[in-house]
């Protein structure tokens, strides 16, 4: 049977695991007595009670005091209830401690198993909860393996294997086992083969997590990230602004000679990022957002929540860009429908259509900015609603 031995080793697991062994005592009580019900009969009313501090196990079947007996297993009639202890009465429950003699092998086998499988599951949890704090983070892993395009990162500190999928990869970026990779802890989650950690290093989290690793402005709340729009592996907007009247958000991200802006380029395969200073004004965000192309007016229809961006002709590709992607990303960055049209195309009527509100942007003044950053070939703004990437 269950002896001083086997109260030790959960001494013994509580000091080493940090688990609390009465969580073993109350799983062990439960399932011993669903063993001993199982040997005996499954009619039978019993209970198997665990006493660490005098490292005993004993077993008591129970009756109720009734009139009338129609269930021996489960019954006794009062006048027997009152041969084992005359002050019963109608509705008391009759304990009988059982022998446990012929019990001790199941018993023996039965607490091993338990104690184990609540072992891993108690350890599952652990992990689980250690692991949930990592979720939304970047972490510097270690490449595993590579299987059918998948690869399967070593978290530091940790026995737990993180999967990114093709899909969460940049495109054209090589690993190879052994290769230490950043990565962003997507999701987290549990399941019947263990604990699941998704990685991923083509959403706007990674990048956002990145200007927090490069910059400590954004770190510490100076310098904020209002958007992230991001197309991984060609090209990514961010939106930036701050509350600080004393700092410049664009020269802050990109840092002296443009060290901080390269150092977080490198990070993501050489992807080409668009600073963007984030406005109240969504006539002067629209704008801002089609960098590096000049914009000459914004027209917005508050009712369609659409736009309409004048540029010169010269500069329509540019606006638009490859297969639609600047002016597709400056969309998901704003939240506002684009249309870029040239100059030659739009007449005086058209441009004064009294349902839109109309600016008119001074190349000279509002693009300054812009400008002063041709040769970085990057501004732009991304969202964290971007969840598709």
């Known amino acids: 049977m269950i002896n001083k031995d086997f109260f030790q ?22 399932a011993l007595t669903s063993a001993y019900k199982k040997m005996y009969g499954e009619a ?18 129970y009756k109720t005091v009734v009139n009338e007996v129609e269930d021996p297993d489960k019954e006794i009639s009062l006048s027997e ?41 108690l350890e599952r949890q652990m992990a689980l909860s250690e692991l949930s704090e990592k979720e939304d983070e970047l972490l510097t892993t270690i490449v595993k393996r590579i299987d059918n395009g998948t690869i399967y990162v070593q978290l530091s500190n940790t026995h ?19 290769d230490r990779v950043k990565v962003y802890v997507k999701k987290i989650k549990d399941s019947f083969k ?48 701050t509350e600080k009247a004393n700092i410049d958000p664009i020269g802050t991200c990109v840092g002296f ?13 050489g992807e080409k990022i668009d600073l963007i200073e984030y406005s109240e004004d969504p006539l002067e965000f629209i704008a801002k957002s089609l960098s590096p192309a000049q914009v000459i007016s914004v027209e917005t229809n508050e009712s369609l929540h659409s736009s309409r961006v004048i540029v010169p002709d010269d500069k329509l590709s540019l606006a638009i860009g490859k297969n639609g992607q600047n002016v597709r990303l400056a969309a998901r960055l704003t939240g506002w429908k684009i249309e870029v049209k040239p100059q030659s195309s739009v007449t005086t009527s058209e441009v004064k259509e009294p349902e839109y ?33």
């Open 44 to 61: 039978k009313s019993a209970m198997v009670k665990l006493n660490p501090e005098k490292a005993t196990i004993k077993i008591y079947s």
């Open 81 to 121: 209830a009152r041969l084992i202890k005359k002050s019963h009465k109608l509705g008391d429950e009759v304990m009988t401690e059982e022998s446990t003699k012929d019990f001790g092998r199941i018993a023996a086998q039965t607490a091993k198993q338990v104690v184990m499988q609540k072992l891993k599951e």
């Open 160 to 178: 737990t294997e993180g999967v990114m999928l093709p899909s969460d990869q940049i495109p054209n970026e090589k690993f190879n086992v052994g």
């Open 9 to 30: 080793a959960l001494e013994d697991l509580e000091a080493e695991k940090k688990i609390d062994k009465n969580t073993f005592i109350t799983t062990l009580e439960t």
């Open 194 to 241: 263990g604990t699941q950690i998704q990685v991923t290093r083509s959403n706007v989290g990674f990048v956002r997590k990145l200007f927090e690793l490069e910059i400590p402005e954004v770190a510490n709340g100076d310098v904020k990230i209002k958007n992230i729009a991001r197309d991984a592996g060609n090209r990514t907007k961010v939106a930036v602004y």
């Open 357 to 389: 509100e109309l600016t008119e942007l001074n190349d000279d003044d509002a693009f300054q900015a812009l400008d002063d950053f041709d040769t970085l070939e990057e501004i732009a703004p991304l969202d964290d609603i971007d969840e598709e990437n």
């Open 257 to 269: 000679h443009g060290q901080r802006i390269d150092t977080i380029t490198a990070e993501i395969n």
